[in-house]
């Protein structure tokens, strides 16, 4: 299927669509979109100067809100395998995407090899409106374990539609053969984040989150959504 990229203005919102669906989200007035992508915020806090490796560039929405909130205290490189998307990510946020170390390759062999070397691997990879078959496979999962430092965290982005809910159910059997497994609503009924944890169990990353990230009437929905980890755990 040929790609269609393409972006639409709403006085200080831009949305990126790609053959239709969204897949990234800007507003100049807002850092936060309440959407999936700002539960992704705050994780790099669970660490002292992280190395993250994202997967799945869409307009960069992700990669913005790191880069405003915490600037040169972490480290950040980026998967895309679509050359056209990382053109028009350019232009969606502004951001000076030469600053970061852009992978122009499948994710899944950036991770390959790689052994202790990343704090957390963000996965927002879609075809469409589905995650490639590649990141569902257990050959992924052992790879971005061991490219994961000790205390480190592969946070997927999973829009679990009704007719994909076998598929999330096996994908969730096999995170769990490797990491310790929560979730986070991703502010919708179909997008949730899987945190596959390597040691930090839930309490950890609750405590670490809550008394690092300072909390504010724009951001308070974020943390109240946090909370819930300390009570529920997804096997």
């Known amino acids: 299927m040929k790609e269609k990229i393409s972006i639409e203005t709403n006085e200080s919102r831009k949305v990126l669509k790609y053959n239709g669906i969204t897949y990234s989200i800007y507003d100049s007035n807002s850092l936060y979109t309440h959407m999936y992508w700002d539960f992704f915020i705050p994780l790099p806090l669970l660490f002292q100067n992280p190395k993250v490796l994202i997967i799945g560039l869409g307009g960069g929405t992700i990669l913005y809100q790191f880069d405003s909130l915490y600037s040169n205290s972490l480290s950040i490189e980026v998967a895309e395998i679509s050359k056209s998307m990382i053109e028009n990510a350019k232009s969606f946020t502004g951001m000076d995407l030469s600053k970061f170390k852009i992978y122009l390759e499948d994710g899944s062999k950036v991770v390959k090899g790689k052994e202790n070397y990343y704090d957390l691997i963000i996965l927002d990879a879609y075809l469409n409106d589905r995650i490639p ?97 300390i009570s529920k755990k997804y096997k």
């Not at 496979?137 to 965290?153: H, Q, R, S």
């Not at 539609?161 to 310790?180: A, D, H, N, R």
């Not at 009924?189 to 596959?196: C, D, G, H, V, W």
């Open 133 to 229: 078959k590649q990141f569902l496979k257990e050959e992924f999962i052992a790879d971005a374990y061991k490219a994961l430092k000790n205390e480190g965290i592969l946070a997927i982005n999973y829009a679990k539609k009704p007719s994909i809910i076998i598929e999330y159910l096996c994908f969730k059997v096999k995170l769990s053969k490797y990491f310790k497994l929560y979730k986070v609503n991703g502010g919708s009924r179909l997008n949730t984040i899987l945190i596959a944890s390597k040691s930090l169990t839930n309490l950890e990353i609750y405590n670490r989150i809550s008394s690092r990230m300072p909390i504010n009437q724009s951001n308070k929905f974020i943390i109240e959504e946090y909370s819930k980890l």
